[in-house]
């Protein structure tokens, strides 16, 4: 008989070779099922192994692990801890554990752990464990039941423990890094920890590792090695540029790279939740409600699919049925922290602020590493009032990322309500300048219209130090994203107002008032300009103050005499000269309207009716 086992050999015929073993081709046969994913083959062939072995740890540890593969946790965990394998072999330890934590028994895989973790630390079982792959994998599962019963700063030390046995374990990595476990100064020392010298190739995973851990770093700061450029075209590496893109606020710029990796792996696992984030960010709610659509059609059991529905429906304004199905992404997955910020949102933007900081204080737990649930936290304190907090959660912000625009912004609105003007216009100018280099740096021409409240805040400020001038420009630059900000028109009027020039200050209240016909304080500051204007500025500027005083003017029939000055009608004893014909309707009018201005002094009522009558 061949030793091929391609194709399933037949149980009867290597029964029939009395000369070898079949325990070898039987190993071979499981191992070939298992890898064409015929588990159902290989748990037959993996139970007749065992009673032929007489249950030897190795079999009872292949056994297990097809038990596994077929869903049979609760089979699996009892096959091993029935057999005390749990306490002897440590792969056995590992199964059985593994099983309990898939049947959702947490409490009990951690006891089989801790029972099997006693072999790790004996000198002499340590020496027998030559492939570290399996220390790491018992460390990785330890992390993973911690984390599920929320004991996350025991969970970090074992996925750190992990990668310090193993260091291409890139899943406890991933568990530090895209659950945001650590802060970044505990990233970069885990990153100078790990034994990358130790291994054949110590450039690959310490370059892989080191471009995911930089998120807050500028973009361009991604240097490859040259034996590893072929990778700059990788999918995870663009996804780590996408993030430094996002985080650093080039919104447009870091859209345009992730919709180029959607398009090449549409259901990108890593890409698709800084990809719905920034359809949310630029409002491209089309775009959204086909990603969405898609997911759910194709993945309901994944969390970032429900996530995306939530987000919808945020973005479209309708936040109940946004609240219940960002609930669904979180129960699907506790962990998720973007779902828990997009549940605050829904509640931030209703004025529900206890619901709203109670979501983010969740996703604060989660992300520990992300400046975002912090400086949202702020934001709610801030709307509250609370000024003394909200600084402290924004200053926290500013230490995770200390270029942030946003957290500065924050902070220089705080410095102002404190009225501390030179530091909130410190704060303010650090964030325009931010924003500035990435929209100089970015594939976005200018400002965009979010940061009108930058500009404003900044002429608020100039306008409280006393430099006018500067603060008339930074709300003229404010109209310009904004052109229909009723409060941009208000604050630019009381800055004219400051500065005494009325006539415009008027103008720009009445442009106010055009957008929004209630706002008191433009009403208010309108009727105070116009009394001023009133009191202040001549009716006719230019003109002399009195009233000129005209000679006698004659009437065009002649009849009369009008003595002006005198305030009497006398009767004219001269018939009108000729060039008294051509007089126009226009004279007359103007003989008119003088003689009504004119103060006739003491002529009566009657006097001044036939007055009206002889010059008509």
Not at 62 to 81: D, F, P
Not at 149 to 159: H, T, W
Not at 206 to 232: A, G, H, M, T
Not at 318 to 332: H, I
Request: net charge negative; glycine share 4%.
């Amino acid at each position: 008989m061949a030793d091929s086992f391609t194709q399933p050999p037949s149980p009867g015929l290597m029964m029939s070779t009395s000369a070898s073993s079949p325990l070898p081709k039987l190993r071979t046969l499981v191992q070939t099922y298992i890898s064409h994913h015929q588990y159902s083959s290989a748990l037959y062939w993996a139970d007749k192994l065992v009673t032929l072995s007489i249950s030897t740890p190795k079999d009872m540890h292949m056994l297990a692990h097809c038990l596994l593969l077929t869903k049979q946790y609760h089979r699996a965990s009892h096959l091993v801890v029935s057999n005390k394998l749990h306490t002897t072999h440590l792969g056995c330890c590992y199964m059985a554990a593994k099983a309990l934590h898939m049947a959702g028994e947490q409490e009990e895989a951690l006891l089989v752990l801790e029972e099997g973790e006693e072999m790790l630390k004996e000198d002499e079982l340590q020496k027998e464990v030559d492939d570290q792959t399996t220390m790491s994998s018992i460390y990785l599962l330890k992390g993973y039941i911690l984390e599920a019963l929320d004991n996350r700063p025991m969970a970090a030390e074992a996925f750190q423990s992990a990668l310090r046995a193993d260091v291409f374990c890139q899943e406890a990595f991933e568990a530090l890094v895209g659950h945001q476990m650590l802060t970044a100064e505990e990233e970069r020392e885990l990153l100078h920890s790990l034994p990358f010298q130790d291994q054949e190739d110590p450039d690959l995973a310490s370059f892989l590792y080191s471009s995911s851990l930089k998120k807050y770093s500028c973009p361009e700061d991604l240097d490859i090695p040259v034996q590893l450029e072929p990778l700059k075209d990788n999918s995870d590496l663009l996804v780590c540029k996408v993030e430094r893109l996002f985080y650093n606020c080039d919104y447009h710029s870091a859209f345009k790279l992730s919709s180029n990796i959607i398009k090449s792996d549409p259901y990108h696992a890593r890409c698709l939740p800084i990809h719905i984030a920034l359809l949310v960010e630029l409002k491209k709610t089309n775009c959204l409600f086909q990603v969405a659509h898609s997911l759910v059609d194709l993945y309901p059991e994944w969390s970032t699919s429900w996530f995306a529905v939530g987000c919808y429906y945020y973005l479209s304004g309708r936040q109940d049925p946004a609240r219940r199905f960002l609930s669904k992404a979180t129960q699907l997955d506790r962990l998720s922290g973007p779902a828990w910020l997009a549940y605050g949102h829904s509640f931030a933007v209703e004025n529900e602020h206890d619901q709203a900081m109670a979501a983010y204080f969740k996703a604060c737990q989660l992300m520990r590493g992300c400046h975002l649930p912090l400086l949202y936290i702020g934001l709610e304190y801030s709307c509250t009032n609370n000024q003394n907090l909200a600084e402290r959660f924004f200053t926290q912000a500013l230490q995770i990322a200390p270029k942030d625009p946003f957290v500065l912004h924050e902070l220089g609105v705080t410095a102002f309500n404190n009225q501390n003007y030179e530091r909130a216009e410190k704060y303010l100018s650090d964030a325009l300048l931010r924003v500035e280099s990435v929209s100089r740096a970015g594939a976005s021409s200018g400002l965009a219209e979010k940061w009108e409240s930058l500009l404003n805040n900044l002429g608020h400020t100039y306008r409280k130090l006393g430099r006018y001038s500067e603060a008339l420009s930074f709300h003229q630059q404010a109209l310009v994203l904004s052109p229909l900000n009723p409060s941009t028109y208000s604050a630019l009027g009381y800055v004219q107002t400051l500065t005494n020039d009325l006539t415009a200050a008027v103008e720009s209240f009445h442009k106010a008032l055009g957008i929004r016909r209630e706002d008191t304080f433009s009403t208010n500051m309108l009727n105070y300009v116009i009394e001023q204007l009133m009191s202040e500025v001549a009716p006719f500027p230019g003109y002399p103050e009195e009233t000129p005083r005209f000679p006698p003017l004659k009437s065009p029939s002649g009849c009369l005499n009008l003595d002006t000055t005198a305030g009497n009608l006398s009767p004219s004893a001269t018939p009108p000269l000729a060039t008294d014909s051509q007089h126009t309707l226009a004279d007359t009018s103007n003989l008119s309207i003088d003689c009504e201005m004119e103060d006739t002094g003491d002529t009566s009522r009657e006097q001044e009716g036939l007055d009206m009558d002889q010059t008509l």
